[in-house]
């Protein structure tokens, strides 16, 4: 596509990735067709090439209003388009550069700020979030439609704990993340326990913290980087000590985390370290893959009644890390039946903040995720990010739950 | 140029500008199909003769004047066929007379019909203007398909010269079955095998018979036997050359023909008289004395129209030959005539009596 | 670059928008130039127009009302699907409304029985299939931009695909299209019966490319799943004996489901998209499908491979199950835009030709690839002999578009001459207006303008396109005259 950035961007680095990226894009459209957003609303400018354009527009300085924003704002950065995409084009990346433009030329309204301010300060802060989440169940009826649903309805799922003592040669760290500790603690622990029946031993930096998407998310871009900053920081000595892989229990922190080496490639101290971690650091359905022959013996030492499950595969996992089938496969190693989800490519609304930033077209999205999941009547729904689970649990009377626990269960 | 389109270019000017009809008649075999002719005779059966004929290309170009037989003994000669396989009713049917009236045989339900194998046409306009639209290729999308647009139009539109057809082998396997069935479930089983990926050709029930023609390659044909049971009907030949030509005892007589075209899966249309369903049941015969109104509105119900297909000069004038249509399609109607015939030179109220 | 529209009308934007607001919900008019830039093309991103406003109605009652205002006004009117058209026919015009009917999206019925489905114009072409594949049936046409492109939008340029030889093109496969005229009237045309009363105006809906009428809702025949389908890929070291072989495989008397070439550049394109595992060394593959029962398959691989070889493919592959064969025909389907990983730009053409042409047509690309510098990947729905050369040029290099349109412009006047069409279904659009000249004497072009006005009087529905207006034909002529090949004597 034709693309004049304006001056102000033009020789910057951001401005030199969007104009090569603008550069791939040839507007076929196929993109809309597996846009969530589009799909719902039939709007270009709800679709990838529409929001394309309103950026490439921006970039080429043309004036920029809430409009714009409104329909950057309505992006879940699913990256389906990615998926769909036959140019190749780095959708999400034109994306962040345009947020982060359009973030400095059109501010936002009081209310809109403070919402993002408190979601960016509590969120990635586990001494503010786990607290808040016991509050808020306290308080539960009193708060508003789309806080309420965020809120769990019970304790978090009961875990049954670490392994007691792990101390095997193989080890690999694991990201303990922001909200997951204090929604689904079993998640990190039932994958220690299983990673210790097939020798390896996982452990947490207690320094580490949020991976920084959400605040990368929030307008928030040069904060994320200094969240990523830190966890380089608290991971870098395990690394120098050999461990072998760090691994990712939600796939929204996973594809984050994957992309360290691309967000700090301009800061000298920090681009090598940064894409070390991101060439070391695998999708717990990446290791357990790597690992079926050890794996598939032990799944199939005791009889289970049969189960039939249905798998929501995040964006984060099938479009934003391009992993696929695998996390199927496993299941199906461990004697689940899967049932058909139709448009398996669409996200659930879920999408970090976006259930509570957008909450009538994350509703949407849920509810055509769930018939879509429910149509095949299975027992549970399981999928591979925190982010989904608790969105989708908060619709859905069946349990949501981390794949990774049936596969334990089943040992 | 050639002399004969002069000459008739010459005598459209005259005709338009003297307000005369003209009555295109190539074999004068469809005499009888639509509102009763009328205007100076204007024959084309002088303008014959296949044009080219490139069998791998699967085009064929020929003269409207060319007689059917013509034209497919030569596709024959090479393996090839009108898979649409028109009617000719007479023996003078020529290719311009097949393109003009549009009326397909027994095999249309499964490979589609003329307007579907039409490519190109060349035509003299009611104001003398010899045009062509379309080409020799399978793909076209430049300009309005006006060559499909002529197919079915009756002349009304203009006077065709040359008309290049799409063709296709002639199916290397072919096989007839009959079963004993009611017409309602003849039309339940036409609809439901209509679904399968089966080689059904041809479809007829009348009299409490349901005869399916299969055609196709070997495997498949045999394949389709197999899966369908019914007896098999030697020399059947003879019986679907009787459909597409009318000549089965059903079309026998001088009560009325009414062909009354409906979504496949209507059930029976509860008519007085007897009923021949052809096209997997998107095409019913009925004979006898109906009430036009009645029926035609029964027809639109099932999603088609009624056609009085053959009658008295009296009945159809009565009655009207075709299905009145609504007031916006009469209005596109009478606007395209306008645009194509302005002086109404062209077999005037052969379809329609306005138009 | 902006298209210099010739066809002009005074619009007082002011009153034509206070109407249209009256009509719908503020949400669904868009009047800000913010908005409505990323509206001012479609698939073809070389011509461009910022429309006036552009609106999203959800209902027939609004889209009446729509045409209504328009029609009084005098305002023209741009129809618009998924705008995945590669010709800019849903490219707005300056002085005019896009009228967008993506929201039109409902999958109305799926009738197995009588095979039809009855879908809104703004329904995407796969969705119809993927909507009947538990009934065992498909709608068979399938346009390379199926996954995005909508059923409204394949009526409106009477979309082919690949598999069009054997299963007909839109026109073949539609029963039924409801819509209005452009005085808000509503209208059917065809009917559920295989056929309807009175002239064939369903004929001429189809590829009408929205200049008669705005289409509501289709029905559409849905068509039985082959029980098996296979692909050969046949590789040929020369790309003029895959453009023979074609011609071959049709004089052996074989009807493929599917008769398809890329050559070198569209393989090396394509392939780290799909991972399909073309062979990247040949200079042209063959995409040969055949389909029917698991016999008759066998049977016509074998009678297919045989003339494939004997016409020189140095190497056959045949597709061992469905998900290979549908990884097979990924690479072709995705072939434009995976273009856009080797060019910036690129400009595709559509012109049909005799099918015996093929190698000389192909001889002619590659001496006007040369002429003009630019890189060209080939694409062919081979079995119909309709091309599309990919041009690839860059638009922030001055003068390479106009290098790539003069190419293109060879290109179809080669295919007019070679006795064949400047489009097989793309559609003529603004891209092609003014070749139709090449094709089509004044007096016909004349004749297609009568039948418009036979349904647009006041020529308000997506003016400017499709048919040249009489001083472009001249403009034509009088600068192309002489590079523009005479076409054969005609009569």
């Known amino acids: ?411 | 140029m050639d002399a004969q389109l002069k000459e008739w270019i010459a005598r459209v000017h005259d005709a338009a500008e003297a307000g005369k009809a003209l009555c295109i008649r190539g074999g004068g075999s469809k005499d009888f199909y639509g509102a009763v002719p009328v205007g100076e005779l204007l024959d084309t059966t002088g303008y014959r003769g296949i044009v080219s004929y490139e069998p791998t290309e699967l085009v064929v170009t020929v003269r409207a004047g060319t007689p059917l037989a013509e034209l497919e003994a030569a596709l024959k000669e090479k393996g090839q066929c009108l898979p649409f396989e028109p009617p000719h009713f007479g023996a003078g049917a020529t290719v311009g007379g097949m393109v003009a009236a549009g009326l397909s045989g027994p095999r249309r339900a499964a490979v589609g019909a003329v307007r579907d194998y039409v490519l190109g046409v060349k035509l003299i306009d009611g104001k003398g203007g010899l045009l062509a639209f379309g080409g020799q290729v399978m793909k076209n999308v430049a300009g309005y398909d006006v060559p499909r647009l002529m197919a079915g139009s009756l002349g009304t539109l203009g006077l065709l010269t040359e008309i290049s057809l799409k063709v296709l082998p002639l199916p290397m396997a072919g096989m007839t079955l009959r079963f004993a069935m009611t017409e309602t479930e003849a039309l339940k089983k036409l609809n439901e095998w209509g679904g399968k990926p089966l080689p059904i050709a041809a479809s007829a029930w009348c009299d409490g018979a349901l005869t399916v023609r299969l055609a196709g390659a070997f495997a498949a044909v045999r394949a389709a036997r197999e899966a369908l049971g019914g007896e098999e009907v030697a020399d059947a030949g003879a019986f679907w050359q009787s459909l597409r030509e009318q000549t089965h005892p059903f079309f026998a007589g001088d009560s009325p023909l009414w062909r009354v075209a409906v979504a496949s899966v209507s059930p029976p249309l509860a008519q007085p008289g007897s009923t021949f369903v052809e096209w997997g049941g998107a095409q019913r015969w009925l004979r006898g004395e109906l009430d036009a109104g009645q029926l035609r509105a029964i027809a639109a119900q099932c999603g088609g129209h009624a056609t009085l297909f053959r009658a008295d000069a009296e009945s159809k004038a009565r009655v009207g030959v075709f299905q009145p249509l609504s007031p916006v399609l009469a209005r596109l109607h009478r606007n395209l005539k306008q645009a194509f015939d302005p002086a109404g030179v062209f077999n005037r109220g052969r379809m329609y009596p306005d138009y | ?491």
């Not at chain 3, 729509?66 to 010709?87: D, F, M, W, Y």
């Open chain 3, 1 to 491: 670059m902006a298209f210099a529209n010739d066809v002009r009308f005074p619009v007082d934007r002011r009153e034509i928008l206070g109407r249209l607001q009256a009509i719908l919900p503020r949400h669904l008019v868009l009047a800000e130039e913010e908005e409505l830039r990323p509206y001012e093309c479609d698939g073809l991103t070389a011509y461009r127009a910022l429309p006036l406003i552009v609106v999203l109605p959800e209902t027939e009652t609004q889209v009446g009302a729509i045409l209504k205002a328009c029609h009084e006004l005098k305002v023209p009117l741009v129809p618009r699907g998924a705008a995945t058209g590669l010709s800019g026919g849903a490219m707005p015009h300056e002085d005019g409304v896009v009228l967008s009917l993506a929201r039109f999206k409902k999958i109305l019925k799926i009738d197995p029985l009588s095979r039809t489905a009855v879908v809104q114009p703004g329904v995407r072409n796969l969705a119809v299939s993927e909507a009947a594949a538990p009934y065992g049936l498909y709608y068979a046409p399938d346009p390379s931009s199926q996954i995005a492109c909508t059923i409204g939008g394949n009526v409106a340029e009477n979309s082919g695909g690949v598999h069009c030889l054997k299963y007909g093109l839109t026109v073949h496969n539609v029963l039924k299209v409801r819509g209005f005229t452009i005085n808000g009237e509503a209208v059917e045309f065809g009917a559920e019966a295989l056929d309807a009363a009175g002239l064939d105006l369903l004929a001429i809906i189809n590829g009408s490319e929205g200049l008669l009428a705005v289409i509501t809702e289709v029905t559409v025949k849905l068509t039985p799943k082959p029980e098996l389908a296979q692909v050969v890929l046949a590789y040929f070291d020369d790309v003029q004996k895959a453009g023979n072989a074609v011609a071959d495989v049709i004089a052996a008397g074989i009807i493929p489901g599917g008769l398809e070439m890329m050559d070198k550049p569209a393989t090396h394109a394509v392939e780290p998209y799909v991972k399909a595992g073309y062979d990247l060394d040949a200079e042209a593959v063959l995409l040969c499908e055949s389909d029917g029962t698991p016999v008759e398959v066998a049977e016509e691989i074998e009678r297919m491979k045989a003339v494939l070889e004997k016409s020189g493919a140095t190497s056959l592959v045949v597709s061992q199950n469905e998900a290979e064969r549908l990884r097979f025909w990924a690479g072709r389907k995705a072939a434009f835009p995976a273009v856009g990983r080797i060019t910036p730009d690129y400009l595709c053409m559509d012109g049909t030709i005799p099918r015996k042409r093929l190698a000389e047509m192909l001889e002619a690309i590659a001496d006007l690839s040369v002429k003009y510098g630019l890189r060209c990947a080939n694409v062919f729905h081979a079995g119909d002999g309709n091309l599309h050369p990919l041009i690839m040029y860059d638009a922030n290099q001055p003068g390479e578009l106009e290098r790539a349109t003069a190419f293109g412009s060879e290109i179809l006047e080669l295919s007019v001459k070679l006795g064949g069409t400047i489009t097989g279904e793309h559609g003529v659009g603004v891209e092609k207006v003014d070749l139709m000249a090449a094709q089509f004497t004044p007096a016909e072009i004349s004749a297609f303008h009568r039948l418009k006005a036979a349904f647009d009087e006041k020529g308000l529905l997506n003016p400017g396109k499709g048919i040249p207006t009489l001083a472009r034909c001249r403009e034509y002529t009088q600068t192309r005259g002489a590079a523009a090949v005479t076409p054969p004597p005609r009569f």
């Open chain 1, 1 to 411: 596509m034709q693309t004049n950035l304006a001056d102000f961007i033009k020789d910057t680095p951001d401005g030199r990735e969007a104009d090569a990226i603008l550069r791939t894009c040839v507007h076929c459209g196929f993109c809309t067709a597996t846009c969530p957003t589009y799909q719902l609303l039939g709007d270009e400018l709800d679709g990838p090439r529409g929001r394309i354009y309103l950026i490439k527009q921006m970039l080429e300085g043309k004036p920029v209003t809430e409009k714009t924003q409104l329909h950057l704002d309505r992006c879940l950065t699913c990256r389906s388009c990615e998926t769909t995409c036959p140019s190749g084009v780095k959708y999400h990346r034109l994306l962040d550069i345009g947020r982060k433009v359009l973030n400095e030329r059109v501010p936002r309204p009081l209310a809109q700020r403070l919402v993002r301010t408190a979601l960016k300060e509590a969120l990635p802060r586990p001494w503010i979030f786990r607290p808040a989440v016991a509050a808020g169940q306290l308080v539960r009826p009193l708060l508003p439609q789309v806080l309420s649903d965020k809120v769990p309805t019970s304790a978090p799922g009961q875990s049954r704990g670490w392994p007691e003592k792990s101390n095997h040669p193989r080890r690999m760290l694991v990201l303990a993340g922001c909200v997951q500790p204090g929604l689904a603690p079993n998640t990190n622990a039932a994958t220690a326990r299983l990673l210790d029946r097939i020798g390896i031993t996982l452990f947490e930096a207690p320094e580490a913290g949020c991976c920084g998407a959400l605040r990368f998310h929030l307008d928030a871009q040069e904060q994320a980087l200094d969240d990523m900053r830190r966890n380089i920081d608290a991971w870098w000595p395990h690394v120098e000590q050999g461990v072998e892989a760090i691994v990712m229990t939600a796939s929204g922190c996973g594809a984050h985390v994957k992309e360290y080496g691309l967000l700090l490639k301009d800061d000298p101290a920090y681009a090598a370290k940064a894409e070390r971690i991101a060439a070391l650091t695998l999708d717990i359905s990446e290791v357990l893959a790597a690992e079926a022959e050890k794996l598939k013996p032990l799944l199939v030492t005791r009889q289970h009644p049969p189960l039939k499950l249905a798998f929501h595969s995040p964006c984060t996992l099938q479009h934003g890390q391009k992993i696929k089938g695998v996390v199927e496969e496993l299941l199906q190693a461990a004697g689940v039946e899967l049932t058909p989800v139709p448009d398996p490519h669409l996200c659930c609304g879920s999408a970090g903040t976006y259930s509570i930033l957008q909450p009538a077209l994350s509703k949407q999205l849920r509810d055509n995720k769930l018939a879509a999941l429910n149509s095949g009547a299975p027992a549970a729904i399981v999928t591979a990010n925190i982010g989904c689970q608790t969105h989708l649990q908060a619709g859905s009377a069946k349990p949501v739950r981390h794949w990774v626990e049936i596969i334990e269960e089943r040992l």
